[in-house]
């Protein structure tokens, strides 16, 4: 029996390659999942996986998901009750923190207690926001990384942002990566997992990726 997928669909971007990717991770793998672009909360509710992506500024996404009668609660009690396998992309990521300090303080959903602050490269040359690929740090395993190569000659992955999770809990980060110091790049918690960066974009390693997430049981 084929597995629902909610891929959360609330005006925050382009989310049709994000589809395509989990299709194809999905197809490659030789999984049955069905991936649905919803904003409905009773679709959120009887889903056995979520995806949260979300480009753009962190009170806007806020905004967007708060316009959908019952999707932030219906988000909330996935991961918080039901421990609903997650994975948050980009600012999806940033709203898993306690508060985005963008354009004043927003809160955000608080599972994992940091704050989205803007990005400060030592080197002062480093444009922000900022965009391209990066290999990535990894600061202990985990099963959505497994297979993958990571380190100083491994797979890339492929950032956009101006803000990151800066004070993430040390027991929750996973991978870091350089960008005139360390970005928080990856964060996990018990059925939550959430990426800075866009593995629908990030070709190698953002399928095998989204292939494990889709495999996960935590």
């Not at 919803?38 to 979300?54: H, N, Q, Y």
């Amino acid at each position: 029996m084929a597995e629902t997928l909610a891929l959360i669909d609330y005006g925050s971007g382009n989310v049709h390659s994000a589809q395509k990717a989990l299709e194809r991770a999905a197809r490659e793998a030789g999984l049955a999942t069905d991936v649905k672009l919803t904003a409905d909360p009773d679709t959120v509710a009887r889903a056995d996986r979520i995806v949260l992506p979300g480009v753009g500024a962190f009170a806007d996404c806020r905004d967007g998901l708060l316009k959908v009668d019952g999707l932030w609660d219906a988000l909330d009690a996935a991961v918080r009750v039901r421990a609903t396998p997650f994975l948050g992309i980009c600012v999806g990521m940033q709203l898993a923190a306690r508060r985005g300090l963008e354009f004043g303080e927003t809160d955000g959903f608080g599972w994992i207690d940091a704050d989205v602050s803007a990005l400060q490269p030592a080197d002062a040359a480093l444009k922000i926001p900022h965009m391209g690929w990066n290999t990535l740090t990894l600061h202990r395993s985990h099963a959505l990384f497994e297979g993958i190569k990571t380190g100083p000659d491994g797979l890339h992955a492929y950032f956009v942002h101006s803000f990151h999770m800066a004070n993430a809990p040390a027991d929750t980060l996973i991978a870091t990566a350089d960008y005139g110091g360390d970005v928080t790049a990856a964060v996990a918690r018990d059925t939550l997992f959430a990426t800075q960066f866009h593995p629908e974009k990030s070709q190698t390693l953002g399928l095998a990726l989204l292939a494990n997430f889709l495999r996960w049981s935590p």
